[in-house]
């Protein structure tokens, strides 16, 4: 079974500087998706940014990129010129391709916090 | 931009009791999901649903939990008997494919407390 881990339970970042927040999975499959959705205080998760494992290429959301590394089976988020209303709780998420109903599978969260 | 809406935002309810929340998921999706994440801790993934039918359900959606899609627009988690654990944020999904990096779109969550 796959698993999402996000050892993070909370980061702290001053606001313009760059934050970046950890993820690890672990699947037995080549084909995947991995997302990270934001999770504000009004609990909506919003889509920050997402990343076809077939691509080689690191995904780029203007201020907010990611690091994947299929071997090492990682994908960390990075924040770039963070602002307060970056505050929020950040999940990492995991998506079977082929065969499955789509259904997402979370990390824990990482809850960041912007100081002004 | 079109959204997932809830309702209601928070319910709360007798153990016991039956309670049933209720989505309406984006218009021109065709799956739906239902996720919960019990305070501090993850989101967990409940149940998926096309085409009418349960597609995939996780150990926690037992024979108390079920999901229906009435009139087309609306889909619901209807709990039977609640247990003080099944205290939670209950959150509606829908996309438009069930595969391919299509995100899934959320709504604001019910929040349920079992008393």
């Known amino acids: 079974a796959q698993t999402v881990t996000q050892s993070q339970p909370e980061m702290s970042v001053q606001e313009a500087e760059t934050v970046t927040l950890s993820c690890t999975y672990d699947t037995s499959e080549s084909d995947y998706y991995l997302f990270w959705y934001k999770q504000p205080p009004s609990r909506q998760m919003i889509l920050v940014i997402r990343q076809e494992a077939y691509k080689q290429q690191n995904a780029t959301e203007n201020r907010f990129s990611v690091n994947f590394q299929k071997a090492a089976k990682s994908f960390s988020l990075k924040i770039s010129d963070s602002q307060l209303g970056d505050a929020a709780m950040y999940f990492c998420?995991?998506?079977?391709?082929?065969?499955?109903?789509?259904?997402?599978?979370f990390g824990q969260g990482t809850t960041l916090q912007v100081k002004p | 931009e079109p959204e997932v809406t809830q309702t209601p935002s928070h319910q709360v309810t007798q153990m016991g009791q039956e309670v049933i929340l209720r989505c309406v998921p984006i218009s021109n999706h065709l799956y739906f999901y239902w996720y919960r994440q019990i305070l501090g801790q993850k989101v967990e993934f409940l149940v998926s649903?096309?085409?009418?039918?349960?597609?995939?359900k996780s150990e926690i959606f037992d024979d108390q939990f079920s999901v229906e899609r009435p009139d087309g627009s609306n889909f619901t988690l209807k709990i039977r008997s609640t247990k003080l654990e099944d205290s939670a944020m209950y959150f509606c999904a829908s996309n438009l494919r069930q595969g391919g990096n299509q995100p899934q779109h959320f709504g604001d969550g019910t929040r349920l407390s079992i008393l």
């Open positions: 998420a995991y998506r079977r391709s082929a065969g499955n109903t789509g259904k997402l599978i």
């Open positions: 649903f096309y085409n009418n039918e349960i597609s995939e």
